[in-house]
């Protein structure tokens, strides 16, 4: 079963920080972690270690104008 949870806005970057920070701060603790998705809180169960992945896209187009994206995935299996 697989489930995937999405919410897209367009904030500041300060509003950015505080949401990474609120992901930081749930990851600091012990045992579960609620993760803030939009309207929806998902209760996730992150290990001890667990994976992470940074990447940064540089792009530009004549039509659609330069672009920069930075992706992080963080994975584990479950407690």
Known sequence: MS???LHEAQVTRDEAADLLED???QLRGKGS???DVGN???TLSPRKKIGYEIGIRESS???RGDRETVSITLDW???
């Open 23 to 25: 992901i930081a701060a």
């Open 3 to 5: 489930e995937k949870t």
């Open 61 to 63: 187009s004549v039509l």
């Open 77 to 79: 299996k479950p407690k």
């Open 40 to 42: 929806k809180t998902v």
């Open 33 to 35: 972690a609620d993760i």
